[in-house]
């Protein structure tokens, strides 16, 4: 089974920088793309990045691009999600997802995204 467990979210500063860590299964680690969302009160989850299957390609949301970083340590079977020059509206629960197909090509659709972690909250203050 998939198992996915999202961890270093607390709260910061604005213009502070925040990483997060989410550990995987080997299995799914090294088979599925893995994705971050996010999601704030009243909003849709929405597409944050994603590295697939081996690592040899991620892709960003726009809006995340030039802030945020995902990088990986396959002998710990965890991506990262490096976020700096934090703004209050980066305010959310970040969520690792795992994709349902194996071995496929980055997406930001909710919907290839089967298997989910628990979540960790980011709170920025200003």
């Known amino acids: 089974q998939v198992h996915l467990v999202e961890s270093g979210g607390g709260l910061v500063q604005a213009g502070g920088s925040l990483r997060l860590s989410c550990a995987a299964d080997?299995?799914?680690?090294?088979?599925?793309?893995l994705g971050w969302f996010r999601q704030a009160p009243g909003k849709e989850r929405e597409f944050v990045g994603c590295?697939?299957?081996?690592?040899?390609?991620?892709s960003y949301a726009d809006s995340m691009k030039g802030r945020f970083t995902i990088s990986r340590d396959n002998a710990k079977n965890t991506v990262y999600l490096q976020m700096n020059s934090l703004k209050t509206e980066d305010t959310a629960i970040y969520y690792c997802?795992?994709?349902?197909?194996?071995?496929?090509?980055?997406?930001?659709?909710?919907?290839?995204?089967?298997?989910w972690g628990q979540g960790t909250q980011v709170a920025v203050s200003s």
């Open positions: 080997r299995h799914t680690f090294s088979t599925r793309a």
């Open positions: 997802a795992a994709t349902i197909s194996y071995y496929g090509v980055p997406s930001d659709k909710r919907s290839e995204y089967g298997y």
């Open positions: 590295t697939i299957w081996n690592g040899a390609r991620t």
